[in-house]
């Protein structure tokens, strides 16, 4: 898989996907994350990436020129399956999407600044748009990148074992049942004597009683989602 971010704040993105799994499933060749610095498309000597408003509205708008640019440079080397923009007027993001996003080939996410893009762009050029969640962040890097994560983890190979993107959260409309390692005993505090107990039927009946009874009391929504 490959991944290309275009972005007005490179070095944030560089941080916070070059750590852990994510760099480990670049350096086995699972997926190639690609970061680009959208003013390198900027043509006026000040690289200006943005222009008030026709309409007069306060705040800025990022052009349209630039971004056509390196999207058309981009899909001239290879075909994208989607073209993402990150915004809060997107649809929200949730493991189903991660899931689908990571079964396909090439991606572009471009991070939505300001008070976003010039609308042509998403008018012609963007075939997704997500957002994180119901409240505005100053940028779109930080929902770029936990698009990426979420979707580089689950590729198959970049979790050491296979089974553990299958247990967690989400995966089933389920919140993942509790987890708990040595000792047995911390403080007076014991771990539920269950998994202790070396019976694999009744620790797998136990682990899926509790995601159903975390979910019923702390998610309720996802138990209605078919
Ligand atoms: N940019 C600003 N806020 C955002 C959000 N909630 N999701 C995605 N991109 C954003």
Redesign the pocket.
């Known amino acids: 898989m490959r991944i290309d971010i275009i972005t007005l704040l490179p070095k944030l993105l560089d941080g916070a996907l070059s750590e852990s799994i994510i760099k480990r499933a670049q350096n086995k060749g699972l997926v190639e994350i690609h970061i680009h610095n959208l003013r390198d498309y900027c043509e006026d000597k000040h690289r200006t990436a943005d222009d008030y408003p026709f309409g007069g509205e306060a705040g800025m708008v990022m052009k349209v020129e630039p971004i056509y640019k390196i999207i058309t440079r981009l899909k001239s080397e290879r075909e994208y399956d989607e073209v993402i923009y990150?915004?809060?007027d997107?649809v929200t993001y949730n493991q189903q999407e991660a899931n689908r996003l990571s079964t396909l080939e090439n991606l572009i996410i471009l991070c939505?600044h300001y008070k976003g893009v010039d609308y042509r762009v998403r008018e012609h050029l963007i075939t997704r748009e997500?957002?994180?969640?119901?409240?505005?962040?100053?940028?779109?890097e930080l929902?770029a990148a936990i698009i990426a994560d979420s979707v580089v983890r689950i590729l198959p190979g970049a979790i050491g074992d296979e089974c553990s993107a299958l247990t967690d959260s989400f995966q089933d409309n389920l919140l993942a049942p509790p987890v708990y390692t040595r000792p047995a005993e911390f403080n007076g505090w014991r771990v539920p004597d269950v998994l202790l107990s070396g019976n694999f039927a009744e620790i797998s009946k136990w682990q899926e009683d509790q995601a159903y009874e975390r979910t019923r009391r702390l998610r309720p929504d996802l138990l209605e989602i078919k």
């Open positions: 990150t915004s809060p997107g939505g997500i957002s994180i969640g119901d409240y505005v962040l100053t940028g779109g929902a």
